[in-house]
């Protein structure tokens, strides 16, 4: 079957960074995404990775490991608004997105 | 227009009564998706369009019909609702080349009862 993995909720402070783990298994692989949902609002957004590596937008980083089936979202000098559940996204080989449950990500001052 | 709009915004509904939730876009974008989200689970996808005059069935179709007549418009409905059916429910668009991401509604929350 296909999973994806993520941890349920995280807490970290302001101005701090913080890393969210995404594991995946999925029936082909076609690109991973990172979306930001605030609470009660639709999912937008944040990242693309494809290749192996670091890709690098502001003071958000997203890794792509494909050979251990590994995403990391690396966010960085965290400010309150940055409260917010991450989802990571597969696209499959139907071109389909996969969806793990999300990472609610809690930021205290 | 601005974007994707969703309505009704939330709705509460008898069970075996019949509902369509609407989807519109202005962004001229191919692809739409119909996902739910319930707590604890990721996005699951429901029925998606690769283009106007075709559909085709997600993880979850059972319950649910769609349909597409023209780029702009994806309704969703549920022929007779029956409680689990009770969700956020989110259409999404998405594009044919590049990245490809999706590009949500700002979702209708049903409750089934």
């Known amino acids: 079957g296909q999973n994806i993995d993520q941890p349920t909720e995280m807490t970290a402070t302001e101005g701090a960074i913080v890393q969210i783990n995404c594991t995946y298994q999925t029936s082909g692989f076609n690109g991973l995404f990172w979306y930001q949902q605030h609470a009660g609002e639709a999912p937008t957004f944040l990242s693309y990775n494809v290749l192996d590596g670091l890709e690098e937008k502001g003071r958000f980083s997203s890794f792509l490991s494909r050979s251990k089936g590994y995403s990391y979202l690396l966010l960085k000098e965290l400010q309150m608004k940055d409260s917010a559940s991450y989802l990571c996204a597969v696209r499959d080989s139907n071109y389909q997105l996969i969806w793990g449950a999300g990472t609610k990500l809690i930021i205290k001052p | 227009i601005a974007g994707i709009t969703q309505a009704p915004t939330s709705q509460i509904l008898a069970a075996g009564r019949r509902m369509t939730l609407r989807c519109t876009q202005d962004m001229r974008h191919n692809a739409m998706y119909w996902y739910r989200q319930d707590l604890g689970l990721g996005l699951r996808l429901i029925h998606y369009s690769n283009t106007a005059g075709t559909t085709g069935k997600g993880e979850v179709p059972d319950g649910y019909s769609v349909s597409r007549a023209n780029t702009d418009d994806f309704p969703l409905t549920l022929a007779s609702a029956v409680p689990s059916q009770t969700s956020v429910y989110f259409c999404?668009?998405?594009?044919?080349?590049?990245?490809?991401?999706?590009?949500f509604g700002p979702g209708t929350r049903l409750t089934v009862l």
């Open positions: 999404a668009t998405g594009t044919s080349g590049g990245v490809n991401e999706q590009f």
